[in-house]
């Protein structure tokens, strides 16, 4: 798919757009949420900023309940499951959520040829990238000789 398919950027971005919302179509995310339960949530600054107003509070004190930082330098959730999971599996911080999952499962990223593998690694958490890559599959291969 990254080399040998006879399809522009473009053109390979427009199938997986279209793959992609038919997938989701049928994916209810509210009985899955398992990329809440199961990654660990990037932040930077202005999702900080944005939750901890959201929440009434201070980033630091936002910072000191819920991010811890990495080696190299990364923000993250300290927590997982994520703590902002609703126990109806929705996210109780949704309007003000980390960019992170806003995107999440980035399927409508444009370039999929540069990040296609970043999307594989997504089959095990996510059932909407694991069936787009299965629809991407059957839609793409050439025919069997
Ligand atoms: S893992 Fe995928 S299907 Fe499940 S809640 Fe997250 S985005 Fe929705
Ligand atoms: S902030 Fe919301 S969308 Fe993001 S991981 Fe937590 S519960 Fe899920």
Redesign the pocket.
């Known amino acids: 798919m990254k080399t040998r398919l006879n399809l522009s950027n473009a053109e390979l971005d427009a199938i997986v757009e279209e793959t992609t919302d038919t997938v989701w179509k049928q994916?209810d995310?509210t009985t899955?949420?398992?990329?809440?339960r199961t990654l660990q949530i990037v932040v930077d600054d202005k999702d900080i900023s944005r939750l901890s107003a959201h929440l009434g509070t201070t980033p630091s004190e936002f910072s000191r309940r819920y991010v811890q930082i990495g080696k190299d330098k990364t923000k993250y959730f300290t927590k997982i499951p994520c703590p902002f999971l609703g126990e109806d599996n929705r996210c109780t911080v949704y309007e003000a959520r980390p960019q992170a999952c806003s995107g999440?499962?980035y399927l409508h990223w444009k370039g999929f040829r540069t990040h296609s593998l970043m999307m594989l690694d997504g089959c095990s958490?996510?059932?909407?990238?694991f069936n787009v890559w299965h629809a991407l599959k059957q839609r793409l291969q050439p025919p069997k000789r």
């Open positions: 994916i995310c899955c949420a398992n990329c809440c999440y499962p958490t996510c059932p909407i990238v």
